[in-house]
């Protein structure tokens, strides 16, 4: 089982990335994804989700109107599109699969874990 992030870098504050979550060795579309992000010195915080299917989203207060999350069941890949980026916004990005309840920021929670993107904004 993987899950790879991509799409991560460098970006100056107003700009925007798209990030990739590769998804292989279980069944992508029989799960929701999430994506969570750990700043510098900080916890994990969630960030956003999408159900199996697609036509459920959620986002956290901190990124709502500026990222978009989305998925791929064809390609066993979802993305998360970010914009209007901030240099709060600078964080490492993983995608996670499997939410088993109990805090969707935590990585105990799923069954599934990316080994993270670097996001980096500039301002």
């Known amino acids: 089982v993987q899950l790879v992030e991509s799409g991560g870098g460098l970006v100056q504050a107003g700009g925007s990335l798209r990030l990739s979550c590769a998804a292989s060795?279980?069944?992508?579309?029989?799960?929701?994804m999430s994506w969570v992000r750990q700043a510098p010195g900080k916890g994990l915080e969630w960030v956003s989700r999408?159900?199996?299917?697609?036509?459920?989203?959620s986002y956290a207060e901190s990124v709502k109107g500026r990222f978009t999350i989305s998925r791929d069941n064809a390609k066993n890949t979802a993305y998360l599109q970010m914009s209007s980026l901030k240099p709060e916004d600078t964080a490492v990005y993983y995608c996670a699969a499997g939410y088993r309840g109990r805090g969707l920021h935590l990585r105990e929670n799923y069954n599934y874990w990316g080994q993270g993107t670097q996001v980096t904004v500039s301002s």
């Open positions: 060795g279980f069944t992508f579309s029989s799960y929701g």
């Open positions: 999408i159900n199996s299917g697609g036509g459920g989203t």
